[in-house]
């Protein structure tokens, strides 16, 4: 019987034991046991998908990632502890010294200490486009040795939106590597992989988990680049525990209800926010005044659980802000059932030097709100008596 992504990511489960569980159970095991040595011999040749170390697989994490492909519509994937060992892995298991990898500008602070940093260290050279670029400027910004296109789409912070076809278009001209964050978006609310992409990468951490309890990350896409980022984390060690997987496991069956409730409380507080005198500007994707507005709404069901917006007064008015703020939690985490205030400049994109955060639209002022399951009124109203306060 056909079934729908998200019946297939509460219903798929590790076999049943003989004790006849209706919840999978927890394989906390370093490694798998064999009735003979034929067959060990055949595991350790990759002749069998029989378990071997939980470093390189564990019927827990095999759950997770098969959830996380039926929603994604992924061919396979693979689960790594974060969300940065899963961005590091898709770079470095796929890319090689002398390529180059294309980036947009505006991604998360750590993805840029990787890409800027690191990335240089094994010869491999980058270079960023606009998220509010053209296909013309995209397209320009290809070299002899491109190997991978890199995006956020919504970003973070600034939750920029990038036509995800258009920039499937260029990589499939280009024979390139499409890869893409998808964390802010969730596959609830953007299935990338659908719209052209090769690639798509998760902080699981966030919504994903969606409480705050544990970190996780998760690639998925084609079988072939899939199994190239195995063979690199099987060897490298960056595997996902089976305790962690087998939490976000359990997320991804109310992942659906719990993002419906985290856009429509974010929709709320966008509205209500939006001409506020204390505010100079505010995006969400699912306001018309979102200057990507229209791609949002073509390639997104929903906009999301973050708004950005800038304070009247910068820097001191976001410390006055914050220091306000009497239900909202001060973190650095997004994507929980509490709602979270930040602020980037100081925080997640304090790496970037000043001239970066403001090509990337990171202002002294910028707050990053990450709506959580709390009343709607209750999170408008707290946001509200700080603001005054600024």
Known sequence: MSQHPITKAIRTQTDRTPEMEHSSPLFLTSSFCFDTAEEMRAAFADETDDN????????????????????????????????????????????KKGDHLLS???????????????????????????????????????????????????????????????????????????????CFATPIGQRPIDLGADLVVHSATKWIDGQGRVLGGVIAGRADLIKDIYLFCRSTGPSLSAFNAWLLSKSLETLDVRMERHAANALRLAKALEGHAKVSWLKYPFLPSHPQHAIAIKQMKNGGGVVCFELKGGLESGRRFLDSLQMLSLTANLGDTRSIASHPASTTHAKLTPEERLAVNITPGLIRISTGLEHADDIIQDIVQALDKC
């Open 104 to 182: 947009c500008n505006a991604i998360f602070g750590s993805t840029h200490t990787v890409i800027t940093k690191f990335l240089p260290k094994y010869g491999m050279e980058h270079s960023y486009v606009s998220a509010a670029a053209d296909a013309a400027t995209w397209e320009a910004a290809i070299r002899p040795n491109t190997r991978m296109i890199y995006i956020e789409t919504p970003t973070n912070p600034g939750l920029d939106i990038i036509d995800l076809e258009m920039v499937a278009a260029i990589a499939k001209k280009h024979n390139l590597i499409l890869n893409v964050d998808n």
């Open 52 to 95: 071997i170390y939980s470093r390189f697989t564990n019927p827990n994490v095999k759950e997770f990632v098969d959830k996380i492909c039926a929603l994604e519509g992924a061919e396979a994937g693979y689960a790594t502890a974060s969300g940065m060992s899963a961005i590091f892995a898709s770079f470095m298991a796929l890319m």
